[in-house]
């Protein structure tokens, strides 16, 4: 059983607002008076811990008293929680949703949300909390893609009892609101507190992944009227090729695709240069040698670091 809430059931009339406002901490407020002394971390890590008593008196049982999904907790007590654990202060922490969960299956809930720390709603990691036995919690966190509402990254494959959390994480820069950034997914399971990447044990996911995408763009190029939004195909083909690349059919799957985006524009050759990374073979060295003398400053930089980072890995 899950419970699962959002920023968008959050609208307040004023009148609620300002009710609302009156039960918050009183630190809140004292935060935004330039005139008080900075609020250490010791100070700050305090004030968390006393905005979490709520989640911390709470049976995190799935049978408990009260059980989490039938007397969720509030969002400002999940907050407080996410920053208490990561050690954060909590005006830097924003909740995008949350939701409790059963990952292990073992009769206790754990506590799995998608976070922003840019103040731009920009929901790009997933924490999980987990309970002890002895009242403290541990934390794992992964960088992830937009994920808005956790409860969609939470399945069960082939069936199986135990859930997995599937991350969609970025594989190209961000070249702005013209230009698509590529993603792909990998596979989580819930192993001793901690998110253990699992991809490999699901070819059956990736590889239907891969025909969906190729179905996909087999019918937008039959499409009369072409489409208005910024061109996906690019990084379609880029999630493609990495999934044929981690299935090892073949390992330099987008080498070729890479090679001629070295003559596109600035976007493509950024694209070139996260492809060749990837792969890291002699050849894809060889590109990302020829790159760091491109004409743009951002993709010469950026096919630098990636040769320095594969050679380090030699």
Same mark, same amino acid.
Request: net charge negative.
């Given at each position: ?154 399945? $069960?494959?082939? $069936? ?33 507190? $901690? ?86 073979? *002699? ?17 010469? *930089? ?13």
């Amino acid at each position: 059983m899950r419970i699962v809430f959002d920023r968008s059931l959050n609208k307040l009339s004023a009148a609620m607002v300002v009710a609302y406002a009156l039960m918050l901490p009183l630190w809140v407020f004292a935060q935004t008076d330039s005139s008080q002394t900075p609020v250490s971390a010791s100070q700050t890590l305090q004030t968390n811990i006393q905005g979490s008593e709520q989640l911390r008196e709470r049976s995190w049982m799935v049978d408990g008293d009260r059980p989490l999904s039938k007397f969720p907790p509030s969002m400002q007590s999940v907050k407080a929680l996410v920053s208490e654990q990561l050690k954060n202060s909590a005006d830097a922490v924003n909740i995008c949703s949350f939701a409790f969960y059963d990952l292990a299956r073992i009769g206790v809930y754990e506590l799995i949300a998608s976070v922003d720390f840019s103040g731009r709603d920009f929901c790009n990691t997933i924490v999980v909390i987990t309970p002890d036995n002895n009242g403290k919690f541990s934390i794992d966190e992964k960088r992830a893609w937009e994920i808005e509402d956790v409860t969609e990254v939470v399945r $069960h494959l082939d $069936h199986s009892l135990i859930p997995q959390i599937i991350l969609r994480e970025d594989i190209s820069q961000y070249e702005g609101s013209a230009s698509c950034v590529a993603t792909w997914e990998r596979i989580y399971e819930l192993k001793n507190g $901690h998110l253990e990447d699992v991809s490999a044990s699901f070819p059956d996911f990736y590889r239907a992944r891969e025909a969906t995408l190729t179905s996909d763009m087999e019918a937008r190029r039959n499409q009369i009227q072409p489409s208005s939004e910024p061109d996906e195909e690019p990084c379609e083909l880029m999630e493609a090729d990495k999934i044929l690349r981690f299935l090892k059919t073949p390992p330099t799957a987008g080498f070729e695709r890479a090679s001629l985006w070295m003559k596109g524009d600035s976007a493509l050759r950024s694209k070139a240069v996260d492809v060749f990374a990837d792969i890291g073979d *002699e050849a894809s060295l060889q590109k990302l040698a020829i790159m760091t003398k491109d004409s743009n400053v951002a993709v010469a *930089e950026s096919a630098q670091i990636a040769l320095s980072n594969l050679k380090q890995k030699r």
